[in-house]
């Protein structure tokens, strides 16, 4: 079955530098994913999303990469910053009701 | 968050008790959703609604319920709840193929 999933649980990185943080699909039919930021004690928030006739898109300090070649998305987020220690996932579309398959989540931390 | 609010925040009950925790939305979106998040498991979808009266099972539904009686409320009800289902729960609604989630209810079934 098509499953979403991370690379790795945990991700320490000082303040100022970038980030990095992947993510692997399984479904190629996939057309569509978003990431989430998760503070603690907080519901998931939209970053930023990404069609699968884009291979990159870019926000504000953050730019998501998509290689439907080897179906790894991955996002980079610019000049790392205390406010972005939190938990990031990635979503798919499932086929059905609106539905996303969700990743099981990595925990980034900002040493000051 | 989309104007979602979820009550309880949090809530501690006891094995073999009906708990019922409650979405609310204020801006008339149509489909909505609840999901349990675990450790090591990420959002796992329980139920979900398309409309009112309209619902339908997730991933993970057994032990739940749900109802829909009006556009703005999606209640989740554990008839009998277990230890299993301390989790922490979010709902979620649907706007323009993205989902935006609520502030969550951490629950604690001892």
């Known amino acids: 079955g098509e499953s979403v999933g991370l690379h790795l649980p945990t991700l320490s990185v000082q303040e100022g530098d970038n980030s990095i943080i992947n993510c692997a699909y399984s479904?190629?039919?996939?057309?569509?994913f978003i990431w989430y930021k998760q503070e603690s004690g907080k519901g998931p928030q939209f970053i930023i999303d990404?069609?699968?006739?884009?291979d990159k898109r870019q926000g504000q300090r953050v730019t998501v990469l998509l290689n439907k070649t080897v179906k790894h998305l991955s996002l980079q987020i610019a000049a790392t910053q205390p406010g972005d220690s939190a938990v990031y996932f990635c979503a798919e579309p499932r086929n059905t009701g609106n539905q996303f398959y969700f990743g099981t989540g990595t925990s980034l931390t900002v040493i000051p | 968050d989309a104007g979602i609010t979820q009550s309880p925040r949090h809530k501690v009950t006891e094995t073999g008790t009906p708990v019922t925790l409650r979405c609310h939305q204020t801006e008339n979106h149509r489909y909505m959703y609840w999901y349990r998040q675990d450790p090591g498991h990420g959002l796992r979808l329980i139920h979900y609604s398309y409309g009112v009266k309209d619902t339908d099972k997730g991933e993970v539904s057994d032990g739940y319920s749900v109802s829909r009686s009006k556009t703005e409320d999606f209640l989740l009800t554990l008839e009998s709840a277990t230890s299993s289902q301390t989790s922490v729960y979010f709902c979620?609604?649907?706007?323009?193929?993205?989902?935006?989630f609520g502030p969550g209810t951490r629950l604690t079934v001892l």
């Open positions: 479904n190629s039919a996939s057309d569509y």
């Open positions: 990404i069609r699968s006739n884009m």
């Open positions: 979620a609604i649907s706007l323009g193929g993205e989902q935006f």
